[in-house]
Structures are given as C-alpha cells and as structure tokens.
Antibody, heavy 123, light 108 residues
Framework: QLQLQESGPGLVKPSETLSLTCTVSGGSISSTYNYWGWIRQPPGKGLEWIGTIYYSGSTYYNPSLRSRVTISIDTSKNQFSLKLSSVTATDTAVYYC???????????????WGQGTLVTVSS | EIVLTQSPGTLSLSLGERATLSCRASQSLSSSYLAWYQQKPGQSPRLLMYGASSRATGIPDRFSGSGSGTDFTLTISRLEPEDFAVYYC?????????FGQGTKVEIK
C-alpha cells in the first residue's frame, strides 16, 4: 500500500527557506505517469495547491507561489522535496505531500496523501 | 485561472438529513476535471468523487455528485455521524490544480 511521509523542520525563521521532504514507500516514485504534489493548509483555513512534479522531472507551480517554490525529485531515495524561499508568517501551515491519481481518478485528482506536517514561520 | 466558490460556508444538519453542497466555477469547466474531497479534523483530505459524479474507491453510495458547466453539487443522501466534516471541490486545468474554500457540514 502506498504511503507518503513528510519530514523537515517544524520551525523556520522569517526570510529563510522552508525545506520539506516526502518519502514514498510501497511504490516507486519513478513509476511511469506518476505525478507528485505539495499542498498546504494554514491553520483553520482551506487547502492551497503549491506545486507538482512529474516522474520525469517536469514541474508545475501555483502562479501565486512560483517565484519562491522549487520542487525536485530524488529517485534513488524514493523522495521528492519542496523548497519555499523568503518565508513569512503567512507561510505557516500544515504541508501535505500527495500522489496524483488513485481511487479511480487520474492525474487530475490527489488520491494519496501524507499525514501532513506543521511548519511555523517565526523568529 | 478558474476560481471555485463553495456555498454555503457552513451547513448545520441533523443525522439522517440530506446535505447539498455547491461548487461554482468562475468560468465553464469540464466535469471530467472536477473532484470532491472530505477532510475530518486532524486528518488529511480524502478523495470522494472525481469526474464530478464518479465515486472514488470505497466511498459509500450515499455520496453522489452532479453538475456541468459552472455549477456542481455534492449530495449526501442521509447524513451519518462520520460525514460531519469539511468538503472541498477541486479542479484541474491548464496544468493547475485549484481548490474551493470548503464547506463545513456540522451537526445541528
């Protein structure tokens, strides 16, 4: 069964770079046609898609975050990562990693989610 | 960029009642790319529906989806205790994935 687990610092200082890793188990991150995404949720608020990486390395970013976001993939470790630069308090959120597809749907849905990790931006 | 607006913000209903949740798009979209998710407190979102009206694997048939163009609906025919949660619609288009702001279904 596919499982995703986010990891990284829970506290980041303003103006620094937030870095998170998602470790995938129960399946290969480089399997053909797989898309892997990052989504965040500020406390008490809704979901915001951050970006997605295709197994081949192609990336797609939310236009509102594009200038600060980098998503990469490490097939040797079965991981993909998120970097968000120049963070402010408004970047405080639970960050989820997810795999597109699953549940019967295709790449246009997010069928597998990690449990999420809270990242707080504060000095 | 398509904006999804969900209504109402909160729906207060009793067990066994019917819940009707709305998702309105700022422009017409393909129903093939409209999905719904359920999120319970402290949990990750779970895929409920895709293609506007297809239930994801393991989703009970009291959940149904409909709609086309700019107006989409998620219906829960008879609310069970485990259905009280927040529901989000989501759209894919032009290599962008967009969520609505959510509707909370709470116990009346």
């Amino acid at each position: 069964q596919l499982q995703l687990q986010e990891s990284g610092p829970g506290l980041v200082k303003p103006s620094e770079t937030l870095s998170l890793t998602c470790t995938v188990s129960g399946g290969s991150i480089s399997s053909t046609y797989n898309y892997w995404g990052w989504i965040r949720q500020p406390p008490g608020k809704g979901l915001e898609w951050i970006g997605t990486i295709y197994y081949s390395g192609s990336t797609y970013y939310n236009p509102s975050l594009r200038s600060r976001v980098t998503i990469s993939i490490d097939t040797s470790k079965n991981q993909f990562s998120l970097k968000l630069s120049s963070v402010t308090a408004t970047d405080t959120a639970v960050y989820y990693c997810a795999r597109h597809g699953g549940g019967g749907g295709s790449y246009f849905v997010l069928g597998y989610w990690g449990q999420g990790t809270l990242v707080t931006v504060s000095s | 960029e398509i904006v999804l607006t969900q209504s109402p913000g909160t729906l207060s209903l009793s067990l066994g009642e019917r819940a009707t949740l709305s998702c309105r798009a700022s422009q017409s979209l393909s129903s093939s790319y409209l999905a719904w998710y359920q999120q319970k407190p402290g949990q990750s979102p779970r895929l409920l529906m895709y293609g506007a009206s297809s239930r994801a694997t393991g989703i009970p048939d009291r959940f149904s989806g409909s709609g086309s163009g700019t107006d989409f609906t998620l219906t829960i025919s008879r609310l069970e205790p485990e259905d009280f949660a927040v529901y989000y619609c989501q759209h894919y288009g032009s290599s962008l994935w967009t969520f609505g702001q959510g509707t909370k279904v709470e116990i009346k």
